[in-house]
């Protein structure tokens, strides 16, 4: 399904019916990786899951966004699909959104319950050898990124970006890697203690994206809040251990 949303033509996925669920889903996925949540929520519910700004077929932002951004844009759909008293469940980059999204004042909209999938938003602490990597790239940047350095070599920063940079990074657009720059680089760790009391924190143990400390930074500040940790996944656990995942959803809401 396609609605224009903000000037944006942006595709989104539906299932169910009932109270709704709006899935927010992770850095550069879309509503394909979530078949197994969509499937087990919409037993119960109506499910969407929305494909945001540069991922997928919904075009990328006309200029780099930072989190508020998104923000703003996930407002608009809820207003314009007129959804209220909803559930949230937001993966990785989808749960920096709604840590930021909850923390609005005066929201236009109940929200009645949230999940968070090894979320994002707390800004890690760089380990000796990411210090490391990243003098020596920012070091290799200097050199490189002088005006005749460009002229006779115009791949070296590029080449160095690749080298230096995240996957995320190096397979994103100008645009969405300046996007990347923008929300990667947002602490929302005092923003926490927004998110509705009683969350659902899913965390899969061996996530190197977003440890398991950050989940139980989160659990600590929310009020209310429980934290399952599903052994043998990584940071996709609805991919990983899609049966341990689907029991956790069922408990949590109820789901016969």
């Not at 002229?151 to 190096?170: F, H, I, N, T, V």
Request: with cysteine; proline share 8%.
């Amino acid at each position: 399904m396609q609605v224009t949303v903000n000037g944006i033509n942006t595709d989104y996925y539906e299932q169910g019916t009932g109270e709704p669920v709006l899935i927010l889903p992770g850095w550069s996925a879309t509503s394909p990786a979530y078949a197994t949540i969509t499937k087990t929520l919409a037993e119960k519910f109506r499910v969407i899951v929305l494909d945001l700004p540069g991922f997928g077929v919904t075009p990328e932002p006309p200029e780099p966004w930072c989190v508020d951004d998104y923000v703003d844009f996930t407002l608009a759909f809820i207003q314009q699909r007129g959804l209220d008293g909803l559930m949230l469940l937001g993966h990785s980059f989808g749960g920096r959104i709604i840590i930021k999204l909850l923390s609005r004042p005066a929201l236009p909209f109940t929200v009645r319950q949230v999940v968070l999938v090894d979320s994002a938003g707390i800004k890690p602490t760089p380990t000796p050898e990411q210090k490391k990597k990243s003098e020596q790239y920012n070091r290799l940047k200097k050199l490189y990124g002088g005006k005749l350095i460009a002229s006779l070599c115009p791949s070296a920063m590029e080449k160095l970006r690749q080298k230096y940079g995240s996957a995320d990074y190096a397979a994103a657009t100008p645009v969405m890697r300046q996007t990347l720059v923008k929300t990667v680089n947002e602490d929302l760790t005092e923003l926490v203690r927004n998110v509705t009391p009683g969350a659902l924190l899913i965390w899969g143990r061996d996530d190197t994206a977003t440890p398991v400390a950050d989940a139980e930074k989160m659990k600590a500040m929310i009020p209310g809040a429980s934290l399952q940790i599903i052994d043998g996944a990584g940071h996709f656990p609805f991919i990983d251990q899609p049966f341990e995942f689907r029991k956790t959803l069922c408990r949590y809401f109820e789901i016969d």
